[in-house]
């Protein structure tokens, strides 16, 4: 069945709000209710090693109470991989980590101990139902050797282009999402795109040949703060609802 691009709405922004007072307010379930209300698809959430905004009780909560698919975002350490398998999300999704970063900065590089630990995990994944996927930067020759690990989807880094939007670069930045998700539909595997997505950016994205899901974080909890949860999470939906290229599982 075909169906419009699906949104993931990442709200780890909410918990970062919530940490820096190190309080309860604002609880991201709540955003993650709220979002649900407006029409996401899923919710995303990055749980980091050094813990600088959701943490493992914010996953347990979200999956014993939020109806809505689960994309866990998280480093392939050994703490992570215990944590997914016990929390079994709809959804992992691999990132580099570096505590420096302000966010994920680049996608995973594919070195040959990241390949040895990820096939393993993949298949410990599918055994409870968790499907896989890889956050890549836009090169298809990389995205191509990463398909063949056996994960379900790759989901393509859209942060260069968001750079580049507006600008004489943006053309070209768009051509190698294009590309990337070729090199990914082409191994049958599905086809995700998230970072630095707003709603000016986003419509030239929705052109991307077979793109599957959007995960957008950032923009959305900044348009929240003066428009509120539902209004920032239904104005990216609207966008969607026009795109029909998606494919519902
Ligand atoms: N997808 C991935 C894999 C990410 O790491 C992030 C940032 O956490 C996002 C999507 C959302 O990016 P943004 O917050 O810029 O919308």
């Known amino acids: 069945m075909f169906g419009p691009v699906r949104l993931g709405v990442n709200i780890d922004h909410v918990a970062t709000l919530r940490q820096a007072r190190g ?3 604002p609880d991201p379930l709540f955003a ?9 698809d899923q919710i995303v959430l990055h749980v980091r090693e050094d813990r600088r905004h959701a943490n493992e009780g914010d996953l347990r909560r979200l999956r014993e109470t939020a109806s809505l698919p689960l994309n866990l975002e998280m480093a392939l350490s050994p703490e992570m991989e215990l944590m997914a398998l016990e929390m079994k999300p709809e959804r992992v999704t691999l990132v580099p980590e570096r505590r420096q970063e302000r966010t994920t900065e680049g996608g995973l590089g594919l070195d040959e101990g990241f390949l040895n ?21 836009p090169d298809p020759e990389r995205i191509a050797r990463a398909s063949k690990t056996g994960v379900d989807q790759i989901e ?3 942060g260069p282009y968001a750079r580049a939007f507006g600008g004489p670069e943006e053309k070209e930045a768009l051509a190698a999402l ?27 994205v929705l052109g991307i040949p077979r793109l599957f899901e959007v995960n957008i974080g950032h923009s959305i909890i900044a348009r929240a703060v003066f428009f509120g949860m539902r209004e920032a999470v239904g104005e990216v939906r609207s966008l969607l609802l026009g795109s029909g290229l998606g494919k519902r599982l």
Request: with cysteine; hydrophobic share 50%.
């Open 178 to 204: 294009v590309r990337s998700a070729e090199a990914i539909a082409s191994q049958g595997l599905l086809v995700a795109a998230g970072h630095g997505l707003t709603v000016h950016n986003l419509p030239p």
């Open 156 to 158: 393509i880094h859209t």
């Open 32 to 40: 993650a209710h709220l979002a649900r209300l407006a029409g996401a």
């Open 117 to 137: 630990r990820l096939v393993p995990f993949v298949s410990r994944c599918r055994a409870v139902g968790i499907r896989v996927s890889l956050f890549m930067d």
């Open 23 to 25: 309080e309860f307010e």
